[in-house]
């Protein structure tokens, strides 16, 4: 899968479109950085299932 990196600004909602290649599992991720600082404030993950 090709992933794609888009800064956005704070307080903003969003919402995410995936189209995966095949049903299955998948793994999704999602960092907050600061890139003022250069460091990652929060994280979150989860699973995709695709049928």
């Known amino acids: 899968m090709i992933t794609t ?3 956005i600004a704070p307080g903003e ?3 995410i479109l995936l189209t995966m290649p095949a ?3 998948y793994r ?3 960092d907050c950085d600061n890139i ?3 460091r ?3 994280s979150a993950s989860t699973t ?3 049928v």
């Open 13 to 15: 909602r969003y919402d």
């Open 23 to 25: 049903s299955g599992q």
């Open 36 to 38: 003022r600082y250069s």
């Open 28 to 30: 999704a991720s999602v």
């Open 5 to 7: 990196e888009s800064l």
């Open 48 to 50: 995709v299932t695709v």
């Open 40 to 42: 990652t404030l929060g």
